[in-house]
């Protein structure tokens, strides 16, 4: 009796599965150093990328969004918002930029679509459809390895080394990402949440995804 209670526990914390996600999102309840949602992908090379996401979240501290760490690297691809007032930190292949003076209030949705490409090391945000200027970061080395990819907590080492200082608190919804940079176009496809091409490496309506701690999947409140 005693080990099924320990497997059904174990179950219920940390559970993987391909779902349609569609008008879901999850729930981020506690500032922990465990509780995380790990994304699963066959892709191993990412000469480019953009990641789109929505978030709501009353925190006024670092907290991270997304993270993507290989063997070698821990911040191989890191979306961290900053707690300075209006400040997004980008991280490539242990590179950073800041993008600045950007309006993202607590307590309200956002979207937010990041994009790199190795070939000229310049990295654009799109917060709530608007765009930034573009920053370098990083050229010519694409993302190799075997990822492992975490939504709400900041990999300091891979697989782990969370800190519950940058833990993320809220809801994280329409997680999506590419293997190329969408065209200005297809952003605002996804903003408005019309007609755009779903991620090619993650997709939120087929997320092949795995919760770690108490982390809940509910309707998507706008």
């Known amino acids: ?4 209670l320990v497997f059904m526990v174990m179950l219920a914390s940390c559970y993987a599965e391909t779902q349609d996600l569609s008008g879901k999102a999850f729930v981020f309840q506690s500032e922990t150093a465990t509780d995380h949602v790990k994304l699963m992908t066959s892709k191993t090379n990412l000469s480019a990328l953009t990641v789109c996401l929505r ?3 009353a925190l006024t501290r670092n907290y991270a969004l997304f993270s993507l760490a290989t063997p070698a690297i821990s911040n191989d691809f890191l979306l961290f918002k900053n707690k300075e007032e209006g400040v997004v930190k980008v991280h490539v292949r242990d590179a950073g930029a800041d993008f600045m003076a950007l309006s993202v209030p ?5 979207t937010v679509c990041t994009t790199w490409d190795s070939q000229d090391g310049t990295s654009q945000l799109w917060v709530d459809g608007k765009p930034t200027i573009k920053r370098f970061i990083h050229s ?3 993302i190799s390895d075997k990822p492992s990819t975490v939504l709400g907590q900041d990999q300091d080492n891979y697989g782990g080394g969370f800190e519950t200082s940058q833990s993320f608190v809220g809801m994280m919804s329409r997680v999506h990402m590419w293997d190329y940079v969408l065209s200005p ?3 605002q496809r996804y903003e408005e949440d019309s007609c755009f091409t779903p991620g090619n490496v993650f997709n939120w ?3 092949d995804y795995e919760v770690v ?3 809940l999947v509910e309707q998507e409140v706008m």
């Open 140 to 142: 010519g080395q694409p």
């Open 185 to 187: 176009k297809e952003i």
């Open 106 to 110: 607590p307590n309200a949705w956002h």
């Open 213 to 215: 701690g108490n982390i």
């Open 1 to 4: 009796m005693e080990k099924l």
């Open 55 to 57: 978030f709501k979240t």
């Open 205 to 207: 309506k087929a997320l």
